[in-house]
């Protein structure tokens, strides 16, 4: 094992109680392969990112957070029996190998850190191996997730003025939207079998492709100058092959590229529901390719995050719904027939009467 770096293993194959143990049982394991994803291996990947997800959306560009964050891509096909996590991010995370540690325990792994003294070890049933000692990791983690959680929660609640700074600006965004629907997303994203590397950013879900979907777009944004403006815009291109379904779908649908044969390429959300002149706050401008922006003047982190959890709501609103030419019928149908939530999806001084489901042509 190589100095400071953590790996796992299933307990079937060994559960040591010193250092000896420990290095015996890893070096059996090291180039073994099981014929088929250990299924705890998996889990504990998905669990891992779910517990990392936070503190990488929180830091942004952490290349430590980031490697712990694709513990569940690495893991999904991972064929090695001792699975080699690496240097952990303790100038990030407190404790960062009590959070490996629950994840591992919940599903029958042990986890051995090698120092250059010793090995740290922590095994499934709370029991950690330490310069000879025998304590519970479990006081432990359970202290760093309350304190993580805090500091979260203090983040979220955070008033006065706007972040400063595009990286923070981004990781702000990033993190009300990842409070607002992280679960879900996170489903949904295991659904497409997809992992968007930030949450409010544009190349986020661009490479995100369905059985109808070719990219679907999602942005936030705040601009920053003498006036500050929040922006967000959802859009979907679709597969050539569904133009004419589309076309039936969305007749009046404004695509940002009308030549005769080219995908189609739609804005799906106004959710403002107001126009300049309703709303003094709001400004209509126009993208290269001809599509509206919208721009809510904001002077508050207060008021950017109402707008950001709107934008959250309303990407839950058509993610679910872009798996399949089927799904995506029976939504665009619901939604005509009133049969969805989309109008109880309204911002503060907005009218939901003025709301579009998708952009119109003029």
Not at 48 to 75: G, I, K, N, Q
Request: proline share 4%; aromatic share 12%.
């Amino acid at each position: 094992m190589e100095l400071h770096k953590v790996y796992i293993w299933d307990s079937k194959y060994g559960i040591p109680t010193n250092d000896e143990e420990a290095r015996a049982i890893a070096a059996k394991l090291a180039n073994t392969f099981e014929t088929e994803p250990n299924p705890r291996m998996v889990a504990f990947g998905k669990k891992m990112e779910e517990f990392v997800r936070p503190a990488w959306t929180y830091f942004e560009d952490a290349s430590e957070l980031t490697a712990m964050y694709h513990v569940a891509r690495d893991t999904e096909n991972c064929l090695e029996r001792i699975y080699c996590l690496g240097d952990l991010p303790d100038s990030y995370i407190a404790n960062s190998t009590g959070i490996v540690a629950r994840a591992a325990a919940e599903n029958g792994l042990v986890v051995a850190r090698e120092f250059e003294y010793t090995v740290q070890l922590l095994l499934p049933d709370g029991t950690e191996y330490y310069e000879g000692k025998k304590s519970d990791w479990r006081n432990d983690a359970e202290e760093t997730e309350k304190r993580w959680q805090e500091t979260l929660a203090k983040v979220r609640k955070r008033t006065g003025k706007l972040p400063k700074g595009y990286d923070a600006r981004n990781t702000f965004l990033s993190l009300i939207i990842q409070e607002k629907i992280g679960k879900p997303l996170d489903l949904l994203c295991n659904q497409y079998h997809y992992i968007p590397t930030r949450m409010n950013y544009f190349d986020s879900f661009r490479k995100l492709q369905t059985e109808l979907v070719d990219s679907f777009m999602f942005s936030t944004d705040i601009e920053t100058g003498s006036e500050n403006y929040f922006t967000s815009l959802i859009r979907i291109n679709f597969h050539k092959e569904y133009n004419d379904l589309i076309d039936r779908l969305m007749p009046a649908a404004q695509p940002s590229n009308t030549d005769e044969g080219a995908v189609r390429q739609i804005a799906l959300t106004d959710f403002y529901g107001v126009s300049e002149e309703e709303n003094p706050k709001v400004h209509v401008g126009y993208h290269s390719h001809k599509a509206a922006n919208h721009k809510w003047s904001i002077s508050s982190r207060e008021e950017a995050v109402v707008l950001a959890e709107a934008a959250a709501d309303m990407l839950m609103y058509y993610l679910p719904h872009i798996g399949t030419a089927e799904d995506f019928t029976r939504f665009v149908q619901a939604h005509h027939a009133g049969e969805t939530n989309f109008a109880r999806l309204t911002l503060p001084d907005t009218n939901p009467n003025k709301r579009k489901f998708y952009l119109e042509q003029p």
